[in-house]
T-cell receptor, first 114, second 113 residues
Framework: ETGVTQTPRHLVMGMTNKKSLKCEQHLGHNAMYWYKQSAKKPLELMFVYSLEERVENNSVPSRFSPECPNSSHLFLHLHTLQPEDSALYLC?????????????FGSGTRLTVV | KQEVTQIPAALSVPEGENLVLNCSFTDSAIYNLQWFRQDPGKGLTSLLLIQSSQREQTSGRLNASLDKSSGRSTLYIAASQPGDSATYLCAVKTTDSWGKLQFGAGTQVVVTP
């Protein structure tokens, strides 16, 4: 595996379910991110982790709970979501939060909340 | 607050024509600017990264320029092919936030055979 891998690729969940999105990077980066992409809107930053420590929570509702157990793995735990949370969730990584070497994105998880 | 605008929102050209995609940003205090490609329902593929001190970057048929003082970047794709059909996004890394990339809304490109 190379680059940034996200699983699952697609997820359908009810509003009362609990599920988790997983992201793994094989690039030796030390910063990881969650982005949300809704239809017809620019990508929105959700969370930033640097050296496994959360350094930014961009006003995200508490029904989204991130976890970064080590520098290679990032999770997004979901519970009691709303239909408007349906979107493409993208994980990214970089070497340092300044992103001087650029950012690498995964293929995303397409989430549908029913 | 940094704002990134991409014009046009959509573009359709016949195969073989050159593509010109524009990106403008309001705050010139940036680390770098990155161009991405996104196929429908897929993730982002990095195309070119331009540091704030650079004027342009080239990779194959792609060339991106950066004029930081005027807040503009242009992505040129030479001799377009149907496989170039995708949405192209520019993203700016500003100096005032933790790893936050500010994205434009993208330009949707269709190259017809």
């Amino acid at each position: 595996e190379t680059g940034v891998t996200q699983t699952p690729r697609h997820l359908v969940m009810g509003m009362t379910n609990k599920k988790s999105l997983k992201c793994e990077q094989h690039l030796g980066h030390n910063a990881m991110y969650w982005y949300k992409q809704s239809a017809k809107k620019p990508l929105e930053l959700m969370f930033v982790y640097s050296l496994e420590e959360r350094v930014e929570n961009n006003s995200v509702p508490s029904r989204f709970s991130p976890e970064c157990p080590n520098s290679s793995h990032l999770f997004l735990h979901l519970h009691t979501l709303q239909p408007e949370d349906s979107a493409l969730y993208l994980c990214a990584s970089s070497q340092g939060v300044t992103g001087v070497y650029g950012y690498t994105f995964g293929s995303g998880t397409r989430l549908t909340v029913v | 607050k940094q704002e990134v605008t991409q014009i046009p929102a959509a573009l359709s050209v016949p195969e073989g024509e050159n593509l010109v995609l524009n990106c403008s940003f309001t705050d010139s205090a940036i680390y770098n600017l990155q161009w991405f490609r996104q196929d429908p329902g897929k993730g982002l593929t990095s195309l070119l990264l331009i540091q704030s001190s650079q004027r342009e970057q080239t990779s194959g048929r792609l060339n991106a320029s950066l004029d930081k003082s005027s807040g503009r970047s242009t992505l040129y794709i030479a001799a377009s092919q149907p496989g170039d059909s995708a949405t192209y996004l520019c993203a700016v890394k500003t100096t005032d936030s933790w790893g936050k990339l500010q994205f434009g809304a993208g330009t949707q490109v269709v190259v017809t055979p």
